[in-house]
Structures are given as C-alpha cells and as structure tokens.
C-alpha cells in the first residue's frame, strides 16, 4: 500500500468562471487571428494566465495555431464543432434532475443515463442502454 497522499493534478479543474473563459477565448480565436496584447486587454487576462488557457486548450485537443508573422493565435475550426469536444463545468445537479434530464432521448441523454446509473449503482462498468432503473422512481415523483 503507498504512503504517497492523494493530490489532485494542477490545472484539470474546470469551475464556471474558467469554462467561461475558455468559452470567450474560443469564440474570439475561431473569429481571427488575435494578437496577444489584444487577447489580455479583451479578456482581462495576465499573460500567464493566457498561456495556461492556450496549453489547457491544446491538451484538450483544440489546435491553437499561433502565426509568427501575424505575431497572433488562431483556431481554424468553426466554433460550433470545438464546442461538442470541450468540457463543461459541473452543473451541480441534484440526483432528481440529473435522472428526469437522462429520460430524453438524445445521446447527451442517453450518456447522463449511463452516468446516472454508474453512480447509483456504485459500479465502474458500463451499463446496458435499457429502460434505467430510476426512470420509475422518477415518474412516480410528485
């Protein structure tokens, strides 16, 4: 058994200010290239803090493309196709919401089903796409 303790890794949190403002900084470089100087003053950053962003982005898998002689960041993919690979932040949803939204019928749904059903039932393994346990429960809530 370790006697190392248990640390969270830097930089892999996600809250809503962050999501934010990794939301912003897409929309503006899916938009044009973007000198540095102009990325902080619109965004109100400090420029480690763009650099974090920028690297954040890129281990996510977003190819933020810096030209050197525009001097300026850009990503050559439309936003709407970053959007369905970027992460967003935890909603805080109660087990009653997150099981009536896992009733839909989308795969975001269907993926918040198998979520859902993973941490009630305390399992690792992936469960079978069928009628969820808890959509009874949920429909017979008042």
């Given at each position: 058994m370790s006697t190392q303790p248990v640390t969270r890794s830097r930089g892999r949190s996600l809250t809503l200010a962050r999501s934010?403002?990794?939301?912003?900084l897409v929309t503006l470089l899916?938009?044009?290239?973007?000198?540095?100087?102009?990325?902080?003053?619109?965004?109100?950053?400090?420029?480690?803090t763009l650099y974090r962003e920028i690297a954040?982005?890129?281990?996510?898998?977003?190819?933020?493309?810096?030209?050197?002689?525009?001097?300026?960041?850009r990503i050559n993919k439309p936003l709407d196709?970053?959007?369905?690979?970027?992460?967003f932040?935890?909603?805080?949803?109660?087990?009653a919401e997150a099981a009536e939204?896992?009733?839909?019928?989308?795969?975001?749904a269907r993926r918040l089903a198998e979520l859902y059903e993973r941490t009630v039932s305390?399992?690792?393994?992936?469960?079978?796409?069928?009628?969820p346990a808890y959509a009874d429960a949920v429909t017979s809530a008042p």
């Open positions: 934010a403002r990794l939301h912003r899916t938009q044009a290239y973007h000198p540095r100087a102009e990325l902080l003053a619109t965004l109100g950053l400090g420029p480690r954040w982005l890129r281990r996510a898998g977003v190819a933020v493309r810096f030209d050197s002689d525009q001097r300026a960041y196709q970053i959007e369905r690979t970027l992460r932040p935890d909603p805080q949803l109660t087990f939204l896992a009733r839909g019928g989308s795969p975001a305390g399992s690792d393994e992936p469960v079978a796409a069928t009628r």
